[in-house]
């Protein structure tokens, strides 16, 4: 049987309501194939560039995605914020995906998240690493995040698995109940909180990270999550 | 002793000055009364050193050096504390700033591609 390409179109339609925000700094090697990939199956793609000096924004505006520019380089979670407000006031889309510059994310995940949240109307889904085998984190980083995990179980009740994943699928509605002030590392903790607080219907989807060589470089390390422990008390 | 009593409620404040401290005009109304104690009590330190033996002997230190020194690191972590926050406010002001001009600029770049495509 040929592949069907009608289905194809009408999943194509149906993911034209959500919009792509990526968080991008310094990601001109890969931006383009993330970008391009993305296009296969979403309508709507925005990049933040948050003070790149590596040409990565002219780099996806020319892939066909939408660019907003941060003057300065602020940090990820003012980059997502900055592209929430962009996608609240200046688009009608329902939901967003968060996908991350750096090529980590399978596109399939993302429109697999996309598409549950539209049919299912979930308000918020949490792309996971750990609820199947496919990714193998490697055992530092399994600690790194399976403490961050405790703590944000511990702070708010919600038994997630992967707190610092970022592939998220957020409603039109979640995005109202998000304000990062985080604008550094901090924000994945930060928007889980803030959604429990808001007791919209969540759910976790499993998703694979893929370590390539060039992703590895660009990891959290686990002092870091002593900042982000700190970030979230000293606000 | 009297003036480890004094030194943790100090100490607690300015802990607690780290987490919970908002912005405001009482808050600024605190900070120059101190600004203005602290100003005062030098002084007449200067002025009266033997004073601060005294003083020293009535909350329990021995000497009015060790007072001093005492006063000195209190205000000092105080004045950190209170950079640090202030530090982070001007911070949220800049993001807050970056933010208008990038949206600024997305809705210029929408009028303008519009107006060329027509």
């Given at each position: 049987?040929?592949?069907?390409?009608?289905?194809?179109?009408?999943?194509?339609?149906?993911?034209?309501?959500?919009?792509?925000?990526?968080?991008?700094?310094?990601?001109?090697?890969?931006?383009?194939?993330?970008?391009?990939?993305?296009?296969?199956?979403?309508?709507?793609?925005?990049?933040?560039?948050?003070?790149?000096?590596?040409?990565?924004?002219?780099?996806?505006r020319?892939?066909?995605?939408?660019?907003?520019?941060?003057?300065?380089?602020?940090?990820?979670?003012?980059?997502?914020?900055?592209?929430?407000?962009?996608?609240?006031?200046?688009?009608?889309?329902?939901?967003?995906?968060?996908?991350?510059?750096?090529?980590?994310?399978?596109?399939?995940?993302?429109?697999?998240?996309?598409?549950?949240?539209?049919?299912?109307?979930?308000?918020?889904?949490?792309g996971?690493?750990?609820?199947?085998?496919?990714?193998?984190?490697?055992?530092?980083?399994?600690?790194?995040?399976?403490?961050?995990?405790?703590?944000?179980?511990?702070?708010?009740?919600?038994r997630?698995?992967?707190?610092?994943?970022?592939?998220?699928?957020?409603?039109?509605?979640?995005?109202?109940?998000?304000?990062?002030?985080?604008?550094?590392?901090?924000?994945?903790?930060?928007?889980?909180?803030?959604?429990?607080?808001?007791?919209?219907?969540?759910?976790?989807?499993p998703?694979?990270?893929?370590?390539?060589?060039?992703?590895?470089?660009?990891?959290?390390?686990?002092?870091?999550?002593?900042?982000?422990?700190?970030?979230?008390?000293?606000? | 002793?009297?003036?480890?009593?004094?030194?943790?409620?100090?100490?607690?404040?300015?802990?607690?000055?780290?987490?919970?401290?908002?912005?405001?005009?009482?808050?600024?109304?605190?900070?120059?009364?101190?600004?203005?104690?602290?100003?005062?009590?030098?002084?007449?330190?200067?002025?009266?050193?033997?004073?601060t033996?005294?003083?020293?002997?009535?909350?329990?230190?021995?000497?009015?050096?060790?007072?001093?020194?005492?006063?000195?690191?209190?205000?000092?972590?105080?004045?950190?504390?209170?950079?640090?926050?202030?530090?982070?406010?001007q911070?949220?002001?800049n993001?807050?700033?970056?933010?208008?001009?990038?949206?600024?600029?997305?809705?210029?770049?929408?009028?303008?591609?519009?107006?060329?495509?027509?």
């Amino acid at each position: 049987m040929t592949p069907d390409v009608s289905s194809d179109r009408a999943r194509r339609a149906e993911l034209n309501s959500v919009c792509v925000v990526i968080p991008l700094f310094n990601e001109a090697e890969v931006i383009a194939a993330v970008v391009e990939d993305l296009r296969g199956s979403f309508g709507n793609i925005v990049c933040v560039d948050d003070g790149s000096s590596d040409g990565s924004a002219a780099i996806a505006r020319s892939a066909g995605a939408t660019v907003l520019q941060h003057p300065m380089n602020l940090g990820q979670g003012a980059a997502l914020q900055t592209g929430f407000d962009y996608v609240v006031s200046q688009t009608d889309a329902t939901h967003v995906v968060t996908f991350d510059a750096d090529g980590q994310h399978r596109v399939n995940d993302a429109s697999e998240m996309a598409e549950l949240a539209l049919r299912k109307r979930i308000s918020v889904i949490y792309g996971s690493r750990f609820l199947d085998k496919r990714t193998k984190p490697g055992l530092k980083k399994r600690v790194v995040l399976q403490v961050a995990a405790l703590m944000t179980r511990a702070f708010t009740g919600l038994r997630l698995t992967d707190a610092h994943n970022g592939l998220r699928v957020l409603s039109r509605e979640a995005l109202r109940k998000i304000r990062l002030e985080q604008n550094g590392m901090s924000h994945a903790s930060e928007i889980v909180h803030q959604l429990a607080k808001s007791r919209l219907s969540w759910k976790e989807y499993p998703v694979e990270v893929l370590y390539t060589d060039y992703s590895k470089k660009k990891g959290q390390s686990l002092l870091n999550s002593i900042n982000i422990l700190i970030d979230l008390i000293v606000k | 002793m009297l003036s480890q009593w004094i030194l943790v409620a100090a100490f607690v404040f300015v802990g607690f000055y780290l987490l919970k401290a908002r912005r405001g005009s009482n808050q600024q109304a605190i900070r120059r009364i101190f600004i203005v104690i602290a100003l005062i009590a030098g002084l007449l330190a200067v002025l009266f050193p033997d004073y601060t033996n005294v003083l020293a002997g009535l909350v329990g230190v021995g000497r009015g050096a060790d007072l001093l020194l005492y006063a000195f690191v209190v205000f000092g972590l105080f004045y950190a504390v209170y950079q640090y926050r202030r530090q982070l406010w001007q911070e949220k002001v800049n993001t807050d700033l970056a933010r208008a001009l990038t949206l600024t600029q997305a809705q210029l770049d929408k009028v303008v591609e519009e107006r060329e495509s027509s």
